[in-house]
């Protein structure tokens, strides 16, 4: 089986073999059977934040199809107010196969907010965890209580709670090597405000608040924001489509840098850079091999716009290699695309040539966001 049939941006050879488990009983059977082979495994949501080698993966591909998503019963839960929609909450279980964006959908017509701003974002829900998705100032981390794990070292079914999962922006401990399945997540969302209304979390993003015509931390109708965040989505090849070809990508290719203060000082006053939060800490982007910067205990990091960088170094939206079938993005600089029968190395190319001059110009070494498998940059 062709992995580029079931990859957004549409690259990667072929699977030794691929199964594709629909209940939660025959995931569980089929993972714990291919561990026990010994071989090589990698698990598949929607294929849309993953890279994978023109040689493909010789080994098991578990694709996760199951589907569901269920209420929990307050016996279940200990419900705790929410920081700013009252103590109206309501949780959900959701399989992992289940796409995400019929879980926002879905959410949304119920009147429960919390991941509206996420509406859009292709993929599954069991890979949301994995770099804690986030969008238009939302992030899976704030409405996440836990994740049902099965762990491949142990071999045991745990339920971990959010808190211990290492969220930061675009990472978890999950990205970060700790290996295992996600069964099942866990959200708590907030089932309209004190006076019953079906209001969004407060707007957070600049750009959407100005479409909503509205004030950052102000609330909107639900179905409002979804419109608005889709709206904004498509004008920027960020939504699937199968007839707008910006969007066979693997969303944003770099994330955006995590540098020290002292660093950023020494950028042109253009270049914005935002706060980070407290968990961004831990994740600082190493500056590539040229001499770090050394960053001072308790120094401030703050976090650079590799949209910026990349425009600054030269590298407009449109922009290809000569000859070769991947470009960025011509409505979005972070996206790197297949304009149609694109290689991973072409791919790959463009991201190391892109990185490159990046580095050159600003000394800023980017970071891929996808999951690079059998591939390296
Ligand atoms: C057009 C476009 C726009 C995007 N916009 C955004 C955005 O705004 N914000 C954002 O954060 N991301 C965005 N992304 C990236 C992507 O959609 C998310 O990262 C998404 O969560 C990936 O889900 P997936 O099911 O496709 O994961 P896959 O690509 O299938 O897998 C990604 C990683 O998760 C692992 N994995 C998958 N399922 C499981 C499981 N059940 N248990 C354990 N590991 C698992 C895989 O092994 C792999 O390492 C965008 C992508 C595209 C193509």
Redesign the pocket.
């Known amino acids: 089986m062709r992995l580029a049939d079931l990859t ?1 941006l549409r690259v990667g050879g072929d699977a030794r073999l691929l199964l594709e488990p629909t209940t939660p009983d025959e995931l569980l059977d089929t993972v714990r059977a291919t561990w026990s082979t010994g071989e090589d495994w ?9 890279v994978i080698s023109d040689d493909g993966f010789d080994g098991t591909v578990i694709r ?1 199809r199951t589907r569901g998503i269920e209420p929990l019963t307050p016996e279940t839960v200990a419900v705790r107010p929410s920081a700013y929609l009252g103590d109206r909450t309501i949780r959900l279980r959701v399989q ?1 196969g289940e796409p ?1 964006d019929a879980v926002v959908e879905h959410a949304v017509h119920s009147g429960w907010a919390g991941i509206e701003a996420l509406s859009g ?4 829900s ?3 965890p ?2 804690n ?3 238009y100032g939302q992030e899976l981390g704030s409405s996440l209580v836990a994740i049902e794990f099965l762990d491949y070292l142990t071999g045991q079914i745990e339920r971990i709670p959010a808190t211990q999962l290492g969220l930061g922006y ?1 990472t978890s401990l ?1 990205k970060q090597g700790r290996q ?3 069964l099942s997540i866990e959200l708590e969302l907030s089932d309209g405000d004190s006076a019953g209304r079906a209001l969004s979390a407060p707007v957070a993003y600049e750009q959407l608040a100005s479409t909503l015509g509205v004030r950052i931390g102000d609330r909107v109708p639900l179905d409002d924001l979804r419109a608005s965040v889709l709206g904004l989505r498509a004008s920027k090849g ?3 489509d199968p007839d707008d070809r910006d ?1 066979f ?4 290719f770099f994330t955006n840098p995590i540098v020290s203060e002292n660093f950023a000082r020494g950028l042109p006053a253009a270049a914005p850079r935002w706060p980070t939060s407290p968990e961004d800490r831990d994740v600082a982007v190493p500056l590539g091999d040229a001499p770090a910067v050394p960053q001072a205990a308790g120094e401030y990091q703050v976090k650079l716009s590799a949209a910026w960088l990349i425009e600054k170094a030269g590298i407009s939206r449109g922009f290809a290699l000569p000859g070769s079938h991947a470009a960025v993005s011509s409505r979005h600089t972070l996206a790197l695309v297949n304009t149609g029968g694109a290689t991973a190395d072409e791919i790959l190319q463009l991201a190391r040539f892109i990185q490159t001059r990046v580095f050159a110009e600003f000394g800023v070494r980017l970071q891929p966001e996808p ?1 690079l498998v059998g591939v390296s940059l």
């Not at 990698?42 to 993953?50: D, E, I, K, M």
């Open positions: 957004t990698l698990l598949l949501g929607g294929g849309s934040n993953v996760v992992a995400w974002i292709p993929g599954s069991g890979a949301a994995i770099q998705i986030g969008a675009r999950l295992g399945l996600v960020m939504l699937l969007s990508s693997a969303g944003s999951v």
